[in-house]
C-alpha cells in the first residue's frame, strides 16, 4: 500500500521515497486514531499527510525523551540541530534526518509557509523550560505554534473550495481541539512528566491545584474537585470543536470524510473520557476497537457515495497562499 500511495504522489527518488516510509511508519506507530482517518484520503494526498505528522511526531519526542534519558539541555541541542536541519532542508530540498527530507519535499510541493514550521519549533523549545500555564489565553498563545499549525500546514495539502484564508481559522481551531483532547486524556503521564496542561485558572475555580494532582496521581484516589475541573475542562474542548466544524464543508470533497472521520474519532475520546468517569489522572481512555472501525465504515461509505456523485465542476482545488501564520502537537 505504501508503494502505491508513493506512486501516486509522484515520489520517485529512492531516498525520498524511504524518508516518507519513515513518516508513515512514525504516524501508524504513536498516531493510531490519526492513522486511521489519514487513510481515508486519496492516495496522493497521504504521504503529505505522514511527512508532517511524522516530522511533529520526531520533534515532540526529542522534548519529551520518554525514556528520560536526556537533561534539557541535551533536548535543547538536539531540538536545536532538527531546527538548523529543517531550515537547510526548507531551503535545498535535503536534510539529514529522513524526516527533514520528507517534511522539506512535502512544503516544497505544496508551497507550506516556513514560517509555520518555525512557530511549531518555538512552542516546542517552551516544552523544555515551562511546565505550566497560567491562564487559557496563556496556553492558547502555546497551542498556536505546537497544534494550530498543524492544522495551517495541512490546508494546502487538502486543498479547499474557498479562499484559503477563509477555511484557515476552522483549521487552526481543528488543530486545537485535537490538542486539547489529547491534554485531557494524557493528564496523569503529563503530570509525570512534571507538566500541566489544564489551564492553572480553570483549575483554581474549582478549587485543585498541582499538589492535589499529584496526591490523586500517587494515591489512585479520586477528589470531586478534580472531576469537576475536569468536566469543565471536556466542555471548554467541545467549543473548539464547535468553532472548527463549519471548515469541514470549505475543503475539497474529496478529503471531507477522512477530517470528518478524524473529527468524529477525536471527539470519542472525550466521551470515553466522560464514560470512564473522568479517571484521566489513574488510566487512559480508550475508544474501543468497535467503535473506531465503525467510524471508519462511514468515512469510506461517505468516500464511495462522493464518487458516484457527478462532478458538475471539474478542476483542482483551490489552493491560495495565506500571507502570514494566523488561524489553526501531538
Do not use: K
Not at 49 to 58: C, D, I, Q, T
Not at 134 to 163: C, E, K, N
Amino acid at each position: 500500500m505504501n508503494r502505491r500511495e508513493l506512486d501516486a504522489a509522484g515520489i520517485t527518488c529512492p531516498s525520498l521515497r524511504a524518508a516518507y516510509t519513515r513518516c508513515r511508519r512514525l504516524n501508524a506507530l504513536h498516531g493510531r486514531t490519526y492513522f486511521l482517518a489519514t487513510r481515508l484520503l486519496p492516495l496522493e494526498r497521504r504521504c503529505a499527510v505522514h511527512a508532517l505528522y511524522g516530522f511533529a511526531r520526531w520533534a515532540d519526542d526529542i522534548v519529551d525523551d520518554l525514556d528520560r534519558r536526556q537533561p534539557p539541555a541535551e533536548r535543547d541541542r538536539l531540538l536545536r540541530l532538527l531546527e538548523s536541519d529543517l531550515a537547510h532542508g526548507l531551503r535545498t530540498g535535503g536534510g539529514d534526518e529522513p524526516v527533514v527530507r520528507a517534511v522539506a519535499d512535502t512544503a516544497q510541493r505544496h508551497a507550506i509557509d516556513h514560517g509555520l514550521f518555525a512557530d511549531f519549533l518555538a512552542s516546542m523549545r517552551s516544552d523544555l523550560s515551562v511546565t505550566d500555564y497560567p491562564t487559557y489565553a496563556d496556553l492558547r498563545a502555546y497551542m498556536h505554534g505546537s497544534a494550530a499549525v498543524i492544522g495551517l500546514q495541512m490546508l494546502p495539502v487538502l486543498g479547499t473550495v474557498v479562499d484559503r484564508e477563509e477555511a484557515a481559522p476552522h483549521a487552526a481551531a481543528l488543530g486545537v481541539a485535537f490538542q486539547l483532547t489529547n491534554f485531557l486524556r494524557d493528564v496523569g503521564e503529563d503530570l509525570d512528566r512534571g507538566r500541566v496542561y489544564l489551564p492553572a485558572d480553570l483549575l483554581a475555580a474549582h478549587g485543585v491545584e498541582r499538589p492535589l494532582l499529584e496526591w490523586s496521581r500517587r494515591s489512585g484516589r479520586h477528589d470531586p474537585r478534580i472531576r469537576a475541573a475536569l468536566v469543565e475542562a471536556e466542555e471548554m474542548t467541545r467549543a473548539v470543536y464547535r468553532e472548527a466544524e463549519p471548515g469541514i464543508a470549505l475543503l475539497e470533497p474529496r478529503v471531507r470524510p477522512c477530517i470528518r472521520t478524524a473529527f468524529t474519532l477525536y471527539q470519542g475520546i472525550l466521551d470515553a473520557i466522560a464514560g470512564d468517569g473522568y479517571a484521566v489522572l489513574h488510566r487512559r481512555a480508550v475508544v474501543p476497537r468497535g467503535r473506531r472501525a465503525t467510524v471508519a465504515a462511514g468515512g469510506i461509505a461517505r468516500i464511495l457515495a462522493a464518487r458516484m456523485r457527478p462532478r458538475r465542476h471539474p478542476g483542482p482545488p483551490v489552493s491560495h497562499p495565506v500571507s502570514g501564520t494566523e488561524g489553526a502537537r501531538r
